[in-house]
């Protein structure tokens, strides 16, 4: 489907965009103290528009059994994969258990945010509208994943906050989005209206991109260290190169509308979430693991990306 030059152009542009991130944040034009209000402008109000732009008027989402499969694909696939994580580092013994647990959740949780949309939008032309609408519905069922079985394999506990924490703005933005989309569309929205969301939503991806720089050059220092290389080299063959294969075989085995085989080709391809580090920090797991699988990945990831999507698409049914 795609070109093999055409999907590292893609990738390209992005990590681009995330180089500027760390670059801005070296000469001190996006400081830390800045990362507070901007995270939280991404998450409550740009990502939402976001959503709501490329959700209402979706037709792919138009099928229930889309709105129903890509999510519990999410829940499953994620739930999977951190659970093989969880079992290859208790195999490998990568350390104490507060380590073997932030490695479980490194590992198993692919970034599902600022990676995945730009591509997706710069791969599929006018169809990757409808690819991000699916693939928003798809992170709904990650979230649930990550805030049920993640927090009690990271913590060890049941989690006791995990409903709380699935109400959030980009959920709902969501919930809202689908329930406009199967009533009254686009068509039933003020124009002006939806010209403001775009044009708030527009600034998600680019925001959420710099921000993503930022934060690895700040972590970038520790990451070398006593037992660095061999977590960081798991951590890649994990996430890399066995993981994907879960994502391929829900492409192979499930009944599923092309935008959402598109998904699951670049969910394989995904490098290592980078919200690890932070929730290891609370939830009593080891961030400095979290850390150097994030940034591990995240860097091999610039080679095994392109190659991952230019077979996956070739598995990908024809519209």
């Given at each position: 489907m795609s070109p093999l030059p055409l999907i590292a152009e893609a990738m390209l542009s992005v990590v681009l965009v995330i180089g500027v991130g760390a670059l801005i944040r070296r000469v001190g034009w996006l400081t830390t103290a800045a990362d507070t209000s901007l995270l939280a402008l991404v998450v409550n109000l740009l990502t939402p528009c976001l959503i709501l732009d490329k959700v209402m008027g979706s037709s792919a989402l138009e099928r229930a059994s889309t709105v129903l499969l890509a999510p519990a694909a999410g829940i499953v696939l994620v739930s999977v994969c951190i659970l093989i994580a969880l079992l290859v580092g208790r195999l490998f013994k990568v350390g104490a258990p507060p380590v073997q647990r932030s490695f479980a959740l490194a590992a198993g949780l692919q970034n599902y945010g600022y990676f995945a949309l730009p591509l997706a939008l710069s791969l599929f032309g006018g169809e990757g509208n409808e690819t991000v609408a699916v693939l928003f519905v798809h992170n709904l069922g990650v979230e649930v994943a990550l805030w049920t079985l993640g927090i009690v394999v990271l913590s060890g506990t049941p989690p006791r906050d995990a409903l709380k924490r699935l109400i959030n703005a980009p959920t709902c933005a969501i919930v809202v989005a689908l329930i406009l989309n199967s009533t009254v569309g686009r068509v039933g929205v003020p124009a002006v209206l939806l010209k403001s969301v775009s044009l708030i939503g527009s600034a998600a991806i680019p925001v959420g991109l710099l921000l993503t720089g930022a934060t690895m050059v700040d972590h970038a220092r520790g990451v070398f260290g006593p037992g660095g290389l061999r977590t960081a080299v798991l951590g890649c063959?994990?996430?890399?190169?066995?993981?994907?294969l879960v994502y391929c075989l829900a492409l192979w085995t499930l009944p599923a509308s092309v935008e959402l085989?598109?998904?699951?080709?670049?969910?394989a391809a995904m490098p290592a979430a980078v919200s690890p580090i932070i929730l290891?920090?609370?939830?009593?797991?080891?961030?400095?693991?979290?850390?150097?699988?994030?940034f591990a990945t995240s860097l091999v990831a610039l080679l095994t990306i392109p190659i991952w999507i230019h077979f996956g698409l070739k598995w990908v049914s024809a519209p």
């Open positions: 063959i994990l996430r890399l190169g066995v993981l994907p085989q598109r998904v699951f080709v670049l969910q290891s920090k609370h939830y009593g797991g080891d961030s400095l693991t979290a850390l150097r699988v994030v």
